[in-house]
Protein backbone atom coordinates (compact mmCIF):
# COMPACT_ATOMS: atom_id res chain seq x y z
CA UNK A 1 0.00 0.00 0.00
CA UNK A 2 1.33 3.71 -0.78
CA UNK A 3 1.62 5.97 1.47
CA UNK A 4 -1.76 8.32 0.83
CA UNK A 5 -2.36 10.47 3.66
CA UNK A 6 -6.55 10.49 3.64
CA UNK A 7 -8.53 13.35 4.90
CA UNK A 8 -9.45 10.98 7.69
CA UNK A 9 -6.14 10.18 8.67
CA UNK A 10 -5.15 14.18 8.61
CA UNK A 11 -8.15 14.97 10.94
CA UNK A 12 -7.08 12.67 13.71
CA UNK A 13 -3.39 13.56 12.94
CA UNK A 14 -4.78 16.86 13.87
CA UNK A 15 -6.24 16.10 16.82
CA UNK A 16 -3.82 14.28 18.23
CA UNK A 17 -1.18 17.57 17.82
CA UNK A 18 -3.97 19.64 19.54
CA UNK A 19 -3.61 17.41 22.82
CA UNK A 20 0.02 18.97 22.87
CA UNK A 21 1.45 22.64 23.66
CA UNK A 22 4.63 21.30 21.50
CA UNK A 23 4.13 20.12 17.82
CA UNK A 24 7.12 17.50 17.99
CA UNK A 25 5.06 15.90 21.10
CA UNK A 26 2.84 14.14 18.95
CA UNK A 27 5.00 12.27 16.91
CA UNK A 28 4.74 9.19 18.84
CA UNK A 29 1.28 9.07 18.71
CA UNK A 30 1.04 10.38 15.07
CA UNK A 31 3.14 7.66 14.09
CA UNK A 32 0.97 5.02 15.74
CA UNK A 33 -1.91 6.15 13.75
CA UNK A 34 -0.01 5.94 10.44
CA UNK A 35 1.01 2.46 11.29
CA UNK A 36 -2.40 1.28 12.47
CA UNK A 37 -3.52 2.40 8.67
CA UNK A 38 -0.69 1.17 6.38
CA UNK A 39 0.72 -2.15 9.04
CA UNK A 40 4.26 -0.02 8.75
CA UNK A 41 6.30 3.46 9.04
CA UNK A 42 7.94 4.31 5.27
CA UNK A 43 10.08 6.90 4.18
CA UNK A 44 7.72 9.23 2.71
CA UNK A 45 5.41 8.72 6.11
CA UNK A 46 8.59 9.87 8.14
CA UNK A 47 8.79 12.65 6.10
CA UNK A 48 5.53 12.99 5.73
CA UNK A 49 5.09 13.41 9.72
CA UNK A 50 8.15 15.40 9.91
CA UNK A 51 6.60 18.11 7.76
CA UNK A 52 3.60 18.12 9.60
CA UNK A 53 5.25 18.26 13.09
CA UNK A 54 7.44 21.15 11.66
CA UNK A 55 10.78 18.80 12.40
CA UNK A 56 13.54 17.95 10.35
CA UNK A 57 12.99 13.82 9.01
CA UNK A 58 15.71 12.66 11.08
CA UNK A 59 14.10 13.86 14.11
CA UNK A 60 11.03 10.95 13.49
CA UNK A 61 13.63 8.56 11.79
CA UNK A 62 15.35 8.33 15.38
CA UNK A 63 11.67 7.58 16.85
CA UNK A 64 11.02 5.16 14.14
CA UNK A 65 14.17 3.38 15.06
CA UNK A 66 14.39 3.42 18.51
CA UNK A 67 10.98 1.87 19.61
CA UNK A 68 10.64 -2.22 18.87
CA UNK A 69 6.98 -1.25 18.17
CA UNK A 70 7.13 0.71 15.08
CA UNK A 71 7.71 -1.48 11.95
CA UNK A 72 10.37 -0.26 9.21
CA UNK A 73 9.23 -2.81 6.82
CA UNK A 74 5.51 -4.25 6.28
CA UNK A 75 4.19 -6.90 8.51
CA UNK A 76 1.76 -9.89 8.13
CA UNK A 77 -1.47 -9.66 8.00
CA UNK A 78 -1.65 -11.14 11.49
CA UNK A 79 1.05 -9.43 14.05
CA UNK A 80 1.91 -12.05 17.02
CA UNK A 81 3.97 -11.49 19.66
CA UNK A 82 4.61 -14.30 22.06
CA UNK A 83 5.85 -13.11 25.71
CA UNK A 84 9.40 -14.63 26.48
CA UNK A 85 10.32 -12.80 29.65
CA UNK A 86 10.72 -14.78 33.30
CA UNK A 87 7.05 -15.40 34.46
CA UNK A 88 6.38 -16.70 30.87
CA UNK A 89 9.63 -18.63 29.82
CA UNK A 90 8.55 -20.68 33.91
CA UNK A 91 4.95 -21.10 32.10
CA UNK A 92 6.40 -22.37 29.01
CA UNK A 93 6.60 -19.67 26.55
CA UNK A 94 9.74 -20.90 24.44
CA UNK A 95 8.02 -24.01 24.05
CA UNK A 96 4.95 -21.99 22.89
CA UNK A 97 7.58 -19.69 20.62
CA UNK A 98 8.78 -23.13 19.18
CA UNK A 99 5.30 -24.60 18.10
CA UNK A 100 4.41 -21.55 16.84
CA UNK A 101 7.76 -21.16 14.42
CA UNK A 102 7.17 -25.09 13.45
CA UNK A 103 3.84 -24.94 12.84
CA UNK A 104 4.21 -21.50 10.27
CA UNK A 105 8.03 -22.91 8.78
CA UNK A 106 9.92 -20.51 10.60
CA UNK A 107 13.11 -20.64 12.80
CA UNK A 108 12.64 -20.40 16.41
CA UNK A 109 16.24 -19.27 16.71
CA UNK A 110 16.30 -16.16 14.14
CA UNK A 111 16.36 -13.13 16.21
CA UNK A 112 13.75 -9.98 15.87
CA UNK A 113 10.26 -10.30 13.76
CA UNK A 114 9.79 -12.71 11.22
CA UNK A 115 6.95 -12.82 8.63
CA UNK A 116 5.91 -16.04 6.69
CA UNK A 117 5.90 -16.33 2.81
CA UNK A 118 2.84 -15.85 1.99
CA UNK A 119 2.89 -12.13 4.51
CA UNK A 120 -0.07 -13.76 6.43
CA UNK A 121 1.57 -13.69 9.43
CA UNK A 122 4.56 -12.41 11.68
CA UNK A 123 5.71 -13.80 14.64
CA UNK A 124 7.84 -12.43 17.15
CA UNK A 125 9.15 -13.24 20.83
CA UNK A 126 8.98 -9.49 22.62
CA UNK A 127 9.69 -8.68 26.51
CA UNK A 128 7.18 -8.97 29.20
CA UNK A 129 3.68 -8.42 28.13
CA UNK A 130 2.83 -7.43 32.13
CA UNK A 131 0.12 -10.32 32.67
CA UNK A 132 2.62 -12.37 34.10
CA UNK A 133 0.26 -14.39 36.47
CA UNK A 134 -1.66 -16.34 33.59
CA UNK A 135 2.04 -17.00 31.87
CA UNK A 136 2.46 -18.09 28.77
CA UNK A 137 0.82 -15.19 27.13
CA UNK A 138 0.78 -13.72 23.81
CA UNK A 139 -1.27 -11.12 21.11
CA UNK A 140 -2.50 -11.43 17.64
CA UNK A 141 -2.52 -7.84 16.61
CA UNK A 142 -4.23 -5.65 19.17
CA UNK A 143 -6.05 -8.95 20.76
CA UNK A 144 -4.62 -10.47 23.87
CA UNK A 145 -4.55 -13.99 24.67
CA UNK A 146 -4.01 -15.72 28.74
CA UNK A 147 -2.45 -18.95 29.73
CA UNK A 148 -1.78 -20.64 26.04
CA UNK A 149 -1.84 -23.66 25.28
CA UNK A 150 -0.52 -25.05 22.17
CA UNK A 151 -4.09 -26.30 21.24
CA UNK A 152 -4.94 -23.05 21.21
CA UNK A 153 -2.18 -22.02 19.53
CA UNK A 154 -3.74 -24.52 16.28
CA UNK A 155 -7.14 -22.68 16.83
CA UNK A 156 -5.94 -19.21 16.95
CA UNK A 157 -3.77 -19.71 13.44
CA UNK A 158 -7.04 -21.84 12.11
CA UNK A 159 -9.50 -18.68 13.03
CA UNK A 160 -6.76 -16.31 10.88
CA UNK A 161 -8.10 -16.47 7.56
CA UNK B 1 -4.48 -15.83 59.00
CA UNK B 2 -3.17 -13.10 56.10
CA UNK B 3 -6.00 -11.61 54.46
CA UNK B 4 -6.94 -9.74 51.17
CA UNK B 5 -7.72 -5.99 51.80
CA UNK B 6 -9.59 -4.38 49.01
CA UNK B 7 -9.20 -1.21 48.68
CA UNK B 8 -8.25 0.25 44.76
CA UNK B 9 -9.57 -2.84 43.41
CA UNK B 10 -12.74 -3.30 45.72
CA UNK B 11 -15.16 -3.27 42.91
CA UNK B 12 -13.24 -4.17 39.95
CA UNK B 13 -13.87 -8.02 40.38
CA UNK B 14 -17.27 -7.95 41.77
CA UNK B 15 -20.13 -9.71 39.22
CA UNK B 16 -21.52 -7.31 36.97
CA UNK B 17 -18.80 -4.00 37.97
CA UNK B 18 -17.84 -2.68 34.57
CA UNK B 19 -15.54 0.30 33.67
CA UNK B 20 -18.52 2.61 32.19
CA UNK B 21 -19.22 6.09 34.43
CA UNK B 22 -22.60 4.65 35.35
CA UNK B 23 -21.61 1.72 36.89
CA UNK B 24 -18.68 4.06 38.34
CA UNK B 25 -21.22 6.62 39.45
CA UNK B 26 -23.66 4.12 40.86
CA UNK B 27 -20.71 2.90 42.96
CA UNK B 28 -20.04 6.11 44.60
CA UNK B 29 -18.03 7.13 41.85
CA UNK B 30 -16.57 10.91 41.24
CA UNK B 31 -17.94 12.16 44.97
CA UNK B 32 -14.97 12.59 45.71
CA UNK B 33 -13.83 14.84 43.45
CA UNK B 34 -16.75 16.84 44.19
CA UNK B 35 -16.08 17.00 47.93
CA UNK B 36 -12.67 18.68 46.89
CA UNK B 37 -14.38 21.08 44.09
CA UNK B 38 -16.13 22.43 47.27
CA UNK B 39 -13.49 22.49 49.84
CA UNK B 40 -12.85 25.54 51.67
CA UNK B 41 -9.72 27.43 52.66
CA UNK B 42 -8.86 26.57 56.50
CA UNK B 43 -7.78 29.25 59.30
CA UNK B 44 -4.83 27.83 60.74
CA UNK B 45 -4.72 29.16 64.85
CA UNK B 46 -1.29 31.13 63.63
CA UNK B 47 -3.73 33.31 61.25
CA UNK B 48 -2.26 31.87 57.95
CA UNK B 49 -5.17 30.19 56.01
CA UNK B 50 -4.64 26.75 54.52
CA UNK B 51 -6.15 26.31 50.68
CA UNK B 52 -8.08 23.44 49.81
CA UNK B 53 -4.91 22.67 47.29
CA UNK B 54 -2.78 22.43 50.43
CA UNK B 55 -5.17 21.17 52.86
CA UNK B 56 -4.97 18.16 50.27
CA UNK B 57 -0.97 18.20 49.71
CA UNK B 58 -0.96 18.14 53.06
CA UNK B 59 -3.15 14.98 53.63
CA UNK B 60 -1.10 12.82 51.15
CA UNK B 61 2.00 13.59 53.41
CA UNK B 62 -0.08 12.77 56.52
CA UNK B 63 -0.86 9.49 55.15
CA UNK B 64 2.49 8.32 54.35
CA UNK B 65 1.52 6.97 50.89
CA UNK B 66 4.87 5.60 49.06
CA UNK B 67 4.96 5.21 45.58
CA UNK B 68 4.01 2.29 43.84
CA UNK B 69 5.93 2.37 40.88
CA UNK B 70 8.87 0.46 42.12
CA UNK B 71 11.03 2.98 44.22
CA UNK B 72 8.72 3.83 46.80
CA UNK B 73 9.29 7.08 47.47
CA UNK B 74 7.11 9.17 49.72
CA UNK B 75 4.11 10.67 47.37
CA UNK B 76 3.82 13.88 49.42
CA UNK B 77 7.32 14.63 49.67
CA UNK B 78 7.44 14.33 45.84
CA UNK B 79 4.57 17.12 45.43
CA UNK B 80 6.53 18.89 47.78
CA UNK B 81 9.65 19.41 45.82
CA UNK B 82 7.15 21.10 42.85
CA UNK B 83 8.54 24.12 42.02
CA UNK B 84 5.19 26.30 42.65
CA UNK B 85 6.86 30.05 41.75
CA UNK B 86 7.93 29.09 38.63
CA UNK B 87 5.18 30.71 36.96
CA UNK B 88 5.44 27.75 34.22
CA UNK B 89 2.45 25.35 33.85
CA UNK B 90 2.77 22.30 36.03
CA UNK B 91 2.32 19.32 34.68
CA UNK B 92 1.08 15.94 35.97
CA UNK B 93 1.91 12.57 34.04
CA UNK B 94 0.53 9.14 35.46
CA UNK B 95 3.29 6.89 34.64
CA UNK B 96 0.75 3.53 33.02
CA UNK B 97 4.18 2.00 31.31
CA UNK B 98 3.72 -1.02 33.27
CA UNK B 99 6.71 -3.01 32.29
CA UNK B 100 8.52 -4.22 34.87
CA UNK B 101 8.99 -8.24 34.31
CA UNK B 102 6.19 -9.81 37.14
CA UNK B 103 4.62 -7.00 37.26
CA UNK B 104 0.27 -6.58 35.97
CA UNK B 105 -1.31 -4.84 38.55
CA UNK B 106 -1.52 -1.42 36.90
CA UNK B 107 -3.28 -3.66 34.39
CA UNK B 108 -6.22 -4.80 36.38
CA UNK B 109 -7.27 -0.82 37.34
CA UNK B 110 -7.11 0.64 33.88
CA UNK B 111 -8.89 -2.22 32.10
CA UNK B 112 -11.59 -2.87 35.25
CA UNK B 113 -11.89 0.39 36.94
CA UNK B 114 -10.38 3.53 34.64
CA UNK B 115 -12.83 5.73 36.33
CA UNK B 116 -11.14 5.57 39.75
CA UNK B 117 -7.73 6.28 38.12
CA UNK B 118 -9.20 9.76 36.33
CA UNK B 119 -10.65 11.04 39.42
CA UNK B 120 -7.27 10.38 41.22
CA UNK B 121 -5.93 11.88 38.45
CA UNK B 122 -8.23 15.11 38.85
CA UNK B 123 -7.74 15.27 42.61
CA UNK B 124 -4.15 15.37 42.26
CA UNK B 125 -4.20 17.60 39.50
CA UNK B 126 -6.64 19.77 41.46
CA UNK B 127 -4.00 19.71 44.45
CA UNK B 128 -1.76 20.32 42.47
CA UNK B 129 -2.71 23.69 40.37
CA UNK B 130 -2.21 21.46 36.87
CA UNK B 131 -4.50 21.84 34.26
CA UNK B 132 -2.99 19.56 31.77
CA UNK B 133 -1.89 15.95 32.84
CA UNK B 134 -1.19 12.29 30.40
CA UNK B 135 -1.40 9.13 31.04
CA UNK B 136 1.48 7.23 29.44
CA UNK B 137 0.68 3.92 28.81
CA UNK B 138 2.80 1.47 27.52
CA UNK B 139 2.20 0.43 23.93
CA UNK B 140 1.25 -2.89 23.89
CA UNK B 141 -1.75 -2.32 25.86
CA UNK B 142 -3.76 -0.91 23.36
CA UNK B 143 -7.02 -2.32 25.18
CA UNK B 144 -5.98 -0.41 27.88
CA UNK B 145 -5.32 3.09 25.96
CA UNK B 146 -8.75 2.31 24.43
CA UNK B 147 -10.59 2.25 27.70
CA UNK B 148 -8.72 5.01 29.26
CA UNK B 149 -9.61 7.21 25.82
CA UNK B 150 -13.65 5.86 26.44
CA UNK B 151 -13.35 6.89 30.04
CA UNK B 152 -11.87 10.53 29.68
CA UNK B 153 -14.56 10.73 26.96
CA UNK B 154 -17.23 10.02 29.45
CA UNK B 155 -15.74 12.24 32.03
CA UNK B 156 -15.86 15.24 29.79
CA UNK B 157 -19.72 14.51 28.89
CA UNK B 158 -20.02 15.06 32.45
CA UNK B 159 -18.06 17.81 33.07
CA UNK B 160 -15.72 16.11 35.15
CA UNK B 161 -13.11 17.14 33.00
CA UNK B 162 -13.05 20.23 30.46
CA UNK B 163 -13.25 23.99 31.63
CA UNK B 164 -14.79 24.91 34.63
CA UNK B 165 -15.37 21.78 36.02
CA UNK B 166 -18.60 21.41 38.15
CA UNK B 167 -18.84 25.22 37.73
CA UNK B 168 -15.52 25.47 40.24
CA UNK B 169 -13.35 27.60 38.31
CA UNK B 170 -11.25 24.71 37.95
CA UNK B 171 -10.03 23.69 34.33
CA UNK B 172 -8.07 20.01 33.67
CA UNK B 173 -7.53 18.20 30.73
CA UNK B 174 -6.45 14.49 30.56
CA UNK B 175 -5.00 13.00 27.27
CA UNK B 176 -3.54 9.34 26.64
CA UNK B 177 -0.16 9.13 24.96
CA UNK B 178 0.74 5.70 24.18
CA UNK B 179 4.50 4.20 24.31
CA UNK B 180 5.98 1.81 21.73
CA UNK B 181 7.28 -0.63 23.16
CA UNK B 182 10.47 0.45 25.50
CA UNK B 183 11.09 -0.41 29.03
CA UNK B 184 12.60 2.75 29.30
CA UNK B 185 10.17 4.62 29.58
CA UNK B 186 9.17 3.61 32.69
CA UNK B 187 12.16 5.54 34.03
CA UNK B 188 10.35 9.04 34.55
CA UNK B 189 12.83 11.17 33.44
CA UNK B 190 13.14 8.31 29.59
CA UNK B 191 9.14 8.94 29.96
CA UNK B 192 9.29 12.55 29.81
CA UNK B 193 11.68 12.59 26.53
CA UNK B 194 9.75 9.56 25.13
CA UNK B 195 6.44 12.23 25.70
CA UNK B 196 8.27 15.42 24.26
CA UNK B 197 8.53 13.00 20.80
CA UNK B 198 11.98 12.18 21.28
CA UNK B 199 13.98 8.96 22.03
CA UNK B 200 13.60 8.28 25.47
CA UNK B 201 16.85 8.80 26.98
CA UNK B 202 16.70 9.39 30.64
CA UNK B 203 18.01 13.15 31.91
CA UNK B 204 20.76 13.50 34.16
CA UNK B 205 19.91 14.61 37.83
CA UNK B 206 20.62 17.39 38.91
CA UNK B 207 19.54 19.48 37.61
CA UNK B 208 16.62 18.00 35.71
CA UNK B 209 14.90 16.73 38.49
CA UNK B 210 11.39 16.26 36.87
CA UNK B 211 9.67 18.73 40.00
CA UNK B 212 11.74 21.36 38.65
CA UNK B 213 12.38 21.12 34.71
CA UNK B 214 10.32 18.26 33.84
CA UNK B 215 8.05 18.07 30.52
CA UNK B 216 9.08 21.14 28.55
CA UNK B 217 11.12 21.96 31.48
CA UNK B 218 8.28 22.97 33.10
CA UNK B 219 7.80 21.28 37.06
CA UNK B 220 6.10 18.01 36.38
CA UNK B 221 4.49 15.40 39.02
CA UNK B 222 5.19 11.89 37.49
CA UNK B 223 3.28 9.01 39.35
CA UNK B 224 2.29 5.23 39.27
CA UNK B 225 -1.31 4.34 38.56
CA UNK B 226 -1.97 2.52 41.82
CA UNK B 227 -0.25 5.67 43.45
CA UNK B 228 -2.86 8.13 41.88
CA UNK B 229 -5.95 5.78 42.67
CA UNK B 230 -4.51 5.78 46.57
CA UNK B 231 -4.96 9.83 46.41
CA UNK B 232 -8.66 9.23 45.70
CA UNK B 233 -8.74 7.02 48.85
CA UNK B 234 -6.74 9.79 50.58
CA UNK B 235 -9.76 12.32 50.15
CA UNK B 236 -12.04 9.86 51.10
CA UNK B 237 -11.34 8.56 54.32
CA UNK B 238 -8.60 11.21 54.83
CA UNK B 239 -4.84 10.98 55.80
CA UNK B 240 -4.74 10.12 59.33
CA UNK B 241 -7.57 6.86 58.36
CA UNK B 242 -5.20 6.05 55.36
CA UNK B 243 -1.91 5.75 57.66
CA UNK B 244 -3.93 3.31 59.84
CA UNK B 245 -4.17 0.69 57.05
CA UNK B 246 -0.83 -1.39 57.15
CA UNK B 247 2.14 -0.71 59.16
CA UNK B 248 4.31 2.36 60.58
CA UNK B 249 6.06 3.73 57.65
CA UNK B 250 4.46 1.46 55.15
CA UNK B 251 1.05 2.41 54.98
CA UNK B 252 -1.99 1.89 53.15
CA UNK B 253 -2.59 -1.23 50.66
CA UNK B 254 -0.53 -3.11 47.61
CA UNK B 255 -1.99 -5.04 44.75
CA UNK B 256 0.85 -7.60 44.59
CA UNK B 257 1.49 -9.38 41.60
CA UNK B 258 1.92 -12.88 42.34
CA UNK B 259 3.38 -15.74 38.75
CA UNK B 260 5.65 -18.27 38.59
CA UNK B 261 5.38 -21.58 40.48
CA UNK B 262 2.70 -21.14 42.66
CA UNK B 263 -0.59 -23.15 41.79
CA UNK B 264 -3.09 -19.89 42.45
CA UNK B 265 -0.76 -16.84 40.69
CA UNK B 266 -2.66 -13.72 40.32
CA UNK B 267 -2.85 -10.16 41.97
CA UNK B 268 -3.83 -9.63 45.50
CA UNK B 269 -4.34 -6.43 47.29
CA UNK B 270 -3.27 -6.55 50.96
CA UNK B 271 -2.29 -4.06 53.36
CA UNK B 272 1.43 -3.10 53.31
CA UNK B 273 3.22 -5.75 55.92
CA UNK B 274 -0.02 -7.41 57.03
CA UNK B 275 1.31 -10.55 55.26
CA UNK B 276 4.29 -12.26 54.92
CA UNK B 277 5.85 -14.22 51.90
CA UNK B 278 4.88 -17.03 53.08
CA UNK B 279 1.37 -15.85 53.32
CA UNK B 280 1.54 -14.95 50.05
CA UNK B 281 2.89 -18.22 48.51
CA UNK B 282 1.30 -20.37 50.62
CA UNK B 283 -1.82 -18.92 51.67
CA UNK B 284 -5.02 -20.33 51.08
CA UNK B 285 -6.68 -17.53 49.79
CA UNK B 286 -3.10 -16.29 48.30
CA UNK B 287 -0.90 -18.21 45.87
CA UNK B 288 -2.29 -21.90 47.71
CA UNK B 289 1.54 -23.35 47.40
CA UNK B 290 3.88 -24.65 45.02
CA UNK B 291 3.10 -27.59 42.74
CA UNK B 292 2.79 -30.91 44.03
CA UNK B 293 6.06 -32.45 44.99
CA UNK B 294 8.10 -29.55 44.17
CA UNK B 295 10.49 -27.69 46.58
CA UNK B 296 10.81 -23.96 46.82
CA UNK B 297 14.12 -22.56 44.99
CA UNK B 298 14.17 -18.96 44.94
CA UNK B 299 11.79 -16.21 44.92
CA UNK B 300 12.37 -12.56 43.10
CA UNK B 301 10.02 -10.26 45.53
CA UNK B 302 9.99 -7.00 43.86
CA UNK B 303 10.23 -7.12 40.21
CA UNK B 304 12.98 -8.44 37.70
CA UNK B 305 15.51 -5.86 39.08
CA UNK B 306 14.99 -6.50 42.43
CA UNK B 307 17.80 -9.20 44.00
CA UNK B 308 17.03 -12.67 44.27
CA UNK B 309 16.36 -14.27 47.59
CA UNK B 310 17.44 -17.99 48.37
CA UNK B 311 14.52 -20.23 50.01
CA UNK B 312 16.42 -21.03 53.58
CA UNK B 313 18.08 -17.85 53.62
CA UNK B 314 17.79 -15.86 57.05
CA UNK B 315 18.33 -12.29 58.12
CA UNK B 316 18.73 -10.19 61.08
CA UNK B 317 15.46 -7.89 61.32
CA UNK B 318 15.16 -4.95 63.59
CA UNK B 319 12.19 -5.27 65.97
CA UNK B 320 11.08 -3.64 69.51
CA UNK B 321 10.90 -6.44 72.18
CA UNK B 322 7.96 -6.18 75.38
CA UNK B 323 9.85 -3.79 76.73
CA UNK B 324 10.31 -1.41 73.42
CA UNK B 325 14.02 -1.78 73.34
CA UNK B 326 15.32 -2.73 69.50
CA UNK B 327 16.56 -6.28 69.31
CA UNK B 328 17.74 -8.44 66.29
CA UNK B 329 15.55 -11.31 65.29
CA UNK B 330 16.57 -13.98 62.74
CA UNK B 331 14.16 -14.34 59.97
CA UNK B 332 13.40 -16.80 57.34
CA UNK B 333 13.25 -15.23 53.95
CA UNK B 334 9.57 -16.80 53.83
CA UNK B 335 8.57 -14.96 57.08
CA UNK B 336 9.45 -11.19 55.76
CA UNK B 337 6.42 -8.82 56.05
CA UNK B 338 5.68 -7.78 52.49
CA UNK B 339 6.66 -4.41 52.70
CA UNK B 340 8.97 -1.42 51.56
CA UNK B 341 11.00 -1.65 55.14
CA UNK B 342 11.31 -5.15 55.60
CA UNK B 343 12.30 -6.44 52.25
CA UNK B 344 15.02 -3.07 52.28
CA UNK B 345 16.16 -4.72 55.44
CA UNK B 346 16.86 -8.17 53.36
CA UNK B 347 18.64 -6.60 51.18
CA UNK B 348 16.53 -6.59 48.50
CA UNK B 349 13.21 -4.47 47.30
CA UNK B 350 9.36 -4.62 47.33
CA UNK B 351 9.83 -2.92 44.31
CA UNK B 352 6.62 -2.91 41.66
CA UNK B 353 5.12 -5.43 44.26
CA UNK B 354 5.96 -8.30 41.67
CA UNK B 355 6.85 -11.79 43.31
CA UNK B 356 8.03 -14.17 40.86
CA UNK B 357 8.01 -17.95 42.58
CA UNK B 358 10.70 -20.45 41.28
CA UNK B 359 10.67 -23.88 42.26
CA UNK B 360 13.71 -26.63 42.00
CA UNK B 361 12.88 -27.38 38.49
CA UNK B 362 14.19 -23.98 37.43
CA UNK B 363 17.90 -24.32 36.11
CA UNK B 364 18.83 -20.88 37.71
CA UNK B 365 21.53 -20.51 35.19
CA UNK B 366 18.77 -20.41 32.39
CA UNK B 367 16.80 -17.95 34.56
CA UNK B 368 18.97 -15.23 34.90
CA UNK B 369 20.17 -15.27 31.48
CA UNK B 370 16.47 -14.63 30.75
CA UNK B 371 16.46 -11.61 32.51
CA UNK B 372 19.96 -10.75 31.19
CA UNK B 373 18.30 -10.71 27.80
CA UNK B 374 15.50 -8.88 28.67
CA UNK B 375 17.96 -5.79 30.10
CA UNK B 376 20.63 -6.21 27.11
CA UNK B 377 17.10 -5.49 24.96
CA UNK B 378 15.61 -2.96 27.01
CA UNK B 379 19.22 -0.75 27.80
CA UNK B 380 18.83 2.73 26.32
CA UNK B 381 22.15 3.07 24.84
CA UNK B 382 22.76 6.34 26.35
CA UNK B 383 25.13 5.36 28.98
CA UNK B 384 28.60 3.19 28.24
CA UNK B 385 28.27 0.67 30.97
CA UNK B 386 24.95 0.02 30.92
CA UNK B 387 24.53 -0.36 26.83
CA UNK B 388 27.95 -2.61 26.98
CA UNK B 389 27.72 -4.52 30.28
CA UNK B 390 24.06 -5.27 29.84
CA UNK B 391 25.04 -7.37 26.46
CA UNK B 392 28.41 -8.56 27.77
CA UNK B 393 26.43 -10.02 30.52
CA UNK B 394 23.64 -11.29 28.64
CA UNK B 395 26.25 -12.98 25.97
CA UNK B 396 28.47 -14.56 29.03
CA UNK B 397 24.95 -16.11 30.24
CA UNK B 398 24.04 -17.11 26.72
CA UNK B 399 27.20 -19.08 26.48
CA UNK B 400 26.87 -20.74 29.39
CA UNK B 401 23.59 -21.82 28.81
CA UNK B 402 23.89 -22.78 25.05
CA UNK B 403 27.28 -25.14 26.41
CA UNK B 404 30.24 -23.06 26.04
CA UNK B 405 30.55 -22.02 29.10
CA UNK B 406 33.55 -21.38 31.29
CA UNK B 407 34.19 -21.53 35.14
CA UNK B 408 35.49 -18.42 34.86
CA UNK B 409 32.25 -16.93 33.74
CA UNK B 410 31.28 -16.87 37.04
CA UNK B 411 33.73 -14.19 38.28
CA UNK B 412 33.69 -12.21 35.04
CA UNK B 413 29.71 -11.60 35.24
CA UNK B 414 30.31 -10.62 38.75
CA UNK B 415 32.92 -8.02 37.59
CA UNK B 416 30.48 -6.48 35.13
CA UNK B 417 28.34 -6.11 37.06
CA UNK B 418 30.02 -4.69 39.53
CA UNK B 419 31.35 -1.86 36.95
CA UNK B 420 27.56 -0.66 36.22
CA UNK B 421 26.33 0.58 38.70
CA UNK B 422 27.03 3.65 41.68
CA UNK B 423 27.24 6.35 39.53
CA UNK B 424 28.68 5.22 36.36
CA UNK B 425 25.28 5.73 34.48
CA UNK B 426 22.73 8.46 34.24
CA UNK B 427 20.08 6.98 35.39
CA UNK B 428 19.10 3.23 37.64
CA UNK B 429 18.58 0.58 34.92
CA UNK B 430 22.41 0.35 35.55
CA UNK B 431 21.79 -0.94 39.15
CA UNK B 432 18.27 -2.46 37.85
CA UNK B 433 20.19 -4.60 34.99
CA UNK B 434 23.14 -5.78 37.63
CA UNK B 435 21.36 -6.37 40.67
CA UNK B 436 20.00 -9.68 39.77
CA UNK B 437 23.50 -10.42 37.73
CA UNK B 438 24.95 -10.09 41.51
CA UNK B 439 22.53 -11.97 43.83
CA UNK B 440 21.80 -14.59 41.75
CA UNK B 441 25.57 -15.05 41.67
CA UNK B 442 25.93 -14.26 45.57
CA UNK B 443 23.54 -16.79 46.41
CA UNK B 444 23.93 -19.41 43.70
CA UNK B 445 27.57 -19.02 42.58
CA UNK B 446 28.36 -23.10 42.62
CA UNK B 447 25.58 -23.71 39.93
CA UNK B 448 27.22 -21.03 37.59
CA UNK B 449 30.66 -22.78 38.59
CA UNK B 450 29.25 -25.74 38.18
CA UNK B 451 28.38 -25.56 34.77
CA UNK B 452 30.97 -23.56 33.07
CA UNK B 453 33.27 -25.82 34.44
CA UNK B 454 31.03 -29.05 33.04
CA UNK B 455 30.93 -27.34 29.05
CA UNK B 456 34.72 -27.21 29.66
CA UNK B 457 34.64 -30.89 30.37
CA UNK B 458 33.15 -31.84 28.02
CA UNK B 459 34.58 -29.52 25.31
CA UNK B 460 38.01 -31.52 26.64
CA UNK B 461 36.44 -34.80 26.28
CA UNK B 462 35.62 -34.04 22.63
CA UNK B 463 38.73 -32.36 21.93
CA UNK B 464 41.19 -35.46 23.14
CA UNK B 465 38.53 -37.73 20.89
CA UNK B 466 38.43 -35.42 18.04
CA UNK B 467 42.82 -36.07 18.22
CA UNK B 468 42.43 -39.59 17.62
CA UNK B 469 43.16 -40.47 13.51
CA UNK B 470 39.68 -41.98 13.67
CA UNK B 471 37.75 -39.23 14.05
CA UNK B 472 39.00 -37.61 11.58
CA UNK B 473 35.64 -36.33 9.90
CA UNK B 474 34.91 -35.28 13.54
CA UNK B 475 37.83 -33.04 13.69
CA UNK B 476 36.85 -31.19 10.33
CA UNK B 477 33.11 -31.06 11.51
CA UNK B 478 34.23 -29.56 14.67
CA UNK B 479 36.78 -26.70 13.14
CA UNK B 480 33.95 -25.62 10.65
CA UNK B 481 30.93 -25.37 13.55
Redesign the interface.
Known amino acids: MSFQVTSELEAEVNELIS ?4 K ?6 V ?2 AIQEKFGWISQPAVEWTAQK ?1 ELQPI ?1 VY ?2 VT ?5 RQEPQGKYCI ?1 VC ?4 C ?2 GGAYELHQHFCDKLGLDAHKHGPQTTKDGKFTVEF ?10 PVM ?1 VG ?1 K ?1 YEGVTHAKVDEICAQCK | MAQEYKLVLKHADEAGYTPDIECYLRHGGYHDLKKVLAMRSKDLPDGKKLSPQEQIREDVKISGLRGRGGAGFSCGLKWSFVDRKSGKPIYLICNADESEPGTFKDRQIIHKDPHQLVEGMIISCFANDVKLAYIYIRGEMPEGAKILNNALKEARAKNFLGKNILGSGFDCEIHVHRGAGAYICGEETGLIESLEGKRPYPRIKPPYFPAVLGLWMCPTIVNNVETLCNVKHIVAMGGAEFAKLGTPNNTGTRIVSLSGHVKRPGYYEIEVGKATLRDLLFGENFGKGLRDGRQLKAIIPGGSSSKVLKAGEKFKLKKKDAEGKEILVETDMLDLPYDFDSLAAAGTMSGSSAIIVMDDSVDIVEALANLSEFYAHESCGQCTPCREGSLWMSKTLHRLTHGHGRASDADYLGKIADNIPGGRTICAFGEACSWPVQSFLAKFKDDFVAKGKADEERRAKEKSQCASPAHGTTIAAISQH
Not at chain 1, 19 to 22: D, G
Not at chain 1, 66 to 70: A, G, Q, S, V
Open positions: HYPVRAASLMLHLNEIFYPMLKRTLSALVECLASCGTAMEF
